[in-house]
Nanobody
């Protein structure tokens, strides 16, 4: 396994919720984020967190619906997703070592977990 292990994806109806988890016990850095890639689209940043300061940042498309958080004791970051919409359907990736929501700046990536939202 790599340094980042995601879980929690699944299929839900529009308006539903899911929580993604990313265990990062083998990654010592502080900057981590969630990204997603829908079929035929570029990978995009969703949310990021600094594990040291707790600072967060969100893409405009998910503000007010998604929350990134961490459990320091478990070396785990979470992405709580609410009011999910079909446009949120994508493979979601946990990543580490980058800056902000810049996809290209992140060096470490999880294997991805699929989120499918039906209307």
């Amino acid at each position: 396994q790599g340094p980042l292990v995601e879980s929690g994806g699944g299929s839900v109806q529009a308006g539903g919720s899911l929580r993604l988890s990313c265990v990062a016990s083998r990654y010592p850095g502080t900057r981590m984020g969630w990204f997603r890639q829908a079929p035929g689209k570029a990978r995009e940043g969703v949310a990021r967190i600094d594990r040291l300061t707790g600072g967060t940042e969100y893409a405009d498309s998910v503000k007010g619906r998604f929350t990134i958080s961490q459990d320091v004791a478990k070396d785990t970051i979470y992405l709580q997703m609410t009011t999910l919409q079909p446009d949120d359907t994508a493979m979601y990736y946990c990543a580490a070592g980058g800056v902000g929501l810049s996809v290209g700046s992140y060096s470490y990536w999880g294997q991805g977990t699929q989120v499918t939202v039906s209307s």
